[in-house]
């Protein structure tokens, strides 16, 4: 697997060309199984590219924002996403962020290295779990009133209501979820979805949405961070951040007309296979 | 089904109002996200015009030049005409973004006179402007 590139020195021409050729199908895939590209983009950048992983966890959270914000018309249009819910949990994922962004210095690679590779396996375990939805007549939860969290949204038979609990767990994992995006350069985009669907009972659509909605600005506040540690290279993140960004538009688009089923199997074995790489690379102190 | 939470008189209008707030963000982000692509490629002809042969050297950690690692010296790069400062502010950009839709949302909060989101805004929007602005004072 490595040493693709290694022979020979590409120039920047070749280089950039490739990088951004690989990012857009890395957009395109990760958007039409909606398992996010940001997460194969750092084993990308590191194991085939030999980028240092400082340099390429820069690249893809610049393109995590991107996606995210190019993304937002297509769903906010619909008007699934709750903008409080969005707001209130950004508290969390923005100070997660930060935090996540100091450690990122602090940890070695290969520390780095290994959380990635369970975070990939986490990533592709998620995507083939289903979970009952049992919608109980509950009381409303007072925290959740008082932060005024509850919302509706349009459904086939009208507008539907619902109520979110639990909403200290659900802040907490938000919290974990703003850390690992920055201390990775990934969206977290999966996390973000369990801490809103699982944790706080907020409906499937409404989660998923709105975590999307969120995403960027959970990694503008790790951008930051990362511009004044010199992590962002404008020649790297240049193809990436371009390839991502059109690559992910091409895959919203197609998403309503094709059978995604195979190839999400498909896409979720190359997440498994990049995971283990960067675990090895990560026990072996390859980094 | 879930039961309805309680609503006030004014329910209506805040949804109808929410909705059009959120339609103006997602603009909002769309403009940012073309903006700065814009910026970025034409940072990239420069770049890739200047110097297409050269080989490239990502393996090992520099960490970039001082004038591209903070908002003043990206800004004063990219006016001298510089390829990779013009690509880096079209990056700087793409990270104000977000940045310009949580202060749109204080004002869009401050119009409901919904305090309590209003200040919870407020502290994202700081949390922002530190990692923009102040992240070096830590080491």
Known sequence: ?287 | MVTPPNRDDGRSFREWYEQKMENTIADLLRAGVLLSAFVVIAGAVLYLGAHPLAHVAYRTFAGEPEQLKNVHGIVRSAFSGQARGIMQMGLLLLIATPVARVVFSILAFAVERDHMYVVFTLIVLSVLLYSLFGSFLIA
């Open chain 1, 1 to 287: 697997m490595s040493g693709l590139w290694q022979t020979r020195g590409l120039n920047v021409l070749e280089f950039t060309f490739l990088v951004w050729a690989g990012s857009l199908i890395a957009g395109f895939l990760g958007a039409l199984t909606g398992l996010g590209g940001g997460v194969v983009l750092v084993p990308l950048l590191t194991i085939f590219f030999h980028v240092n992983l400082h340099y390429a966890i820069g690249a893809s959270l610049v393109s995590v924002i991107a996606t995210s914000s190019g993304s937002a018309a297509a769903y906010v249009k619909e008007g699934f996403s709750n903008i409080r819910i969005g707001m209130f949990l950004e508290i969390a994922t923005t100070l997660g962020a930060l935090v996540g962004a100091y450690l990122t210095v602090k940890v070695p690679p290969s520390g780095i290295a290994i959380i990635f590779g369970l975070m990939l396996m986490y990533s592709a375990s998620v995507s083939h779990r289903t979970r009952p939805r049992t919608d109980v007549e509950k009381p409303p939860d007072a925290l959740a009133s008082k932060l005024k969290l509850n919302g509706s949204f349009p459904d086939t038979n009208g507008i539907r209501y619902y109520n979110v609990y639990r909403v200290p767990a659900g802040f907490s994992i938000m919290f974990g979820a703003g850390a690992l995006s920055g201390l990775l350069g990934i969206g977290s985009g999966a996390l973000k979805v369990v801490a809103m669907d699982q944790a706080m009972k907020i409906p499937f659509k409404v989660s998923t949405t709105t975590s999307n909605f969120m995403i960027g600005v959970t990694a503008a506040a790790s951008a930051g961070v990362y511009l004044s540690r010199g992590y962002i290279d404008p020649s790297l993140a240049m193809p990436v951040m371009l390839g991502v960004l059109i690559g992910s538009l091409l895959g919203t688009r197609v998403l309503v007309r094709t059978q995604t089923k195979k190839l999400r199997l498909i896409f979720t074995g190359v997440i498994v296979l990049l995971g283990i790489e960067m675990l090895l690379k990560g026990f072996t102190g390859a980094f």
